[in-house]
């Protein structure tokens, strides 16, 4: 795969690498783009075209501070070109120095209040839509997350279901007859992140030994990208997110198929053998194993996520075998170590992972 076909299909993802809504939003406005570069422009991360409840009021009190600044900017702007033309210095100009005015109490009484006054009622709106999405009750349907921010990938976990996975969340779509939002826990294990996913909500911190909340209600079923937005170490541009919103059937399937037990291939025991041997039990958590271990992504359905290291690459088993040998040609820095296994012991426990559906 060429450098270039790689990052054709992961522009969404680059777009979110760099951590800002005016990237997506300046290619997403790029006409043809799409065309271009074969991407999807229904995955740009943008926060003007919102999918969710809480990043409506986002783009409405966007739309206000932009509405205001914007005026004020075309106002200075023009009254400054007006000026520049008007008061140019003139062909035959005496070089006398015009007539000085000093202060007039109108003028600076009604630059000081306007300012104020501007200020004052952008603090307010803003404050408002602050307190609706805090404030706002929550359906007795609406589903609970805990999202764990780590360097450099999302842990989820669903107490109420007994679920735990990585880097993809999966929620149930809302309508207004059957309001199912998620509300989120954010924690981190380690040093501050921020969850975003601009089309659901606006983003909020995950900061070591606090529980910071947040919800979102899409209302619209798909895939959605995200990223984490705060400089957490070497690889913070690497840590992509992907939430995808199923009407409640397919959420319901979902589910089910995640609280399965590991399936125990007999095919495939001398892979799994090898998985137990190794050290990966001591970071990852694979049910049926022994392994137990919460530094990295659980692994009991490894096969059900679309990306492997928080979206560095496609999970496919020939990038599956790349990343297991060396994980650092996709994620440089990543925490991963390379387990340095042989030929014939990559191949078997790739087969063994493979099964995990
Ligand atoms: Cu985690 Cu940036």
């Not at 990038?319 to 390379?338: C, S, T, Y």
């Amino acid at each position: 795969m060429s450098v270039l076909n790689f990052n054709r299909r992961f522009l969404p993802e680059i777009c979110g690498w760099f951590g800002s809504w005016w990237v997506g939003l300046f290619f997403g406005l790029l006409p043809g783009f799409s065309w271009a570069v074969e991407v999807d422009r229904s995955l740009i991360p943008n926060i003007f075209a919102p999918e969710s409840t809480p990043a409506d009021s986002i783009k409405e009190l966007s739309f206000l501070v932009l509405g205001v600044t914007g005026g004020i900017f075309l106002l200075v702007s023009g009254v400054l070109f007006y000026v520049i033309v008007k008061f140019r210095q003139p062909a035959k100009d005496d070089g006398k120095e015009p007539a000085q005015i000093y202060g007039s109490n109108p003028v600076e009484v009604a630059w000081t209040t306007i300012p104020m006054l501007i200020v004052l009622v952008l603090a307010l709106a803003t404050a408002r839509v602050i307190a609706q999405i805090q404030n706002a009750p929550r359906p007795p349907a609406a589903i609970d997350v805990v999202v764990t921010g780590h360097q450099w990938w999302w842990e989820l976990s669903y107490p109420g279901l007994g679920i735990v996975t990585a880097n993809e969340l999966h929620v149930p779509l809302s309508t207004p007859e059957n309001r199912m939002p998620a509300f989120l826990e954010l924690r981190s294990a380690d040093v501050i992140h921020s969850f975003w996913v601009p089309k659901l909500a606006g983003k909020t911190d995950v900061v070591p030994n606090r529980q910071n909340k947040m919800w979102i209600e899409p209302r619209k079923a798909g895939l959605f990208i995200g990223q984490c937005a705060e400089y957490c170490g070497t690889q913070h541009a690497k840590m992509l997110l992907r939430v995808y919103v199923h009407t409640p059937e397919d959420f319901e399937a979902w589910v089910s198929s995640q609280k399965a037990l590991a399936k125990g291939d007999p095919a495939v025991v001398a892979g799994k053998l090898i998985f137990e041997r190794t050290a990966c039990i001591n970071c990852h958590s694979l049910n049926q194993t022994v392994a137990d271990g919460r530094f990295g992504p659980d692994l009991t359905h490894l096969m059900s996520r679309k990306t492997l290291g928080s979206g560095a690459v496609l999970n496919t088993p020939e990038n599956l075998r790349e990343w297991i040998a060396h994980p650092d040609q996709f994620k440089p820095g990543v925490k991963m170590p390379a387990m340095n296994l042989t030929d014939p012991e990559l191949d078997q426990l790739v087969a063994y992972l493979v099964t995990l559906q």
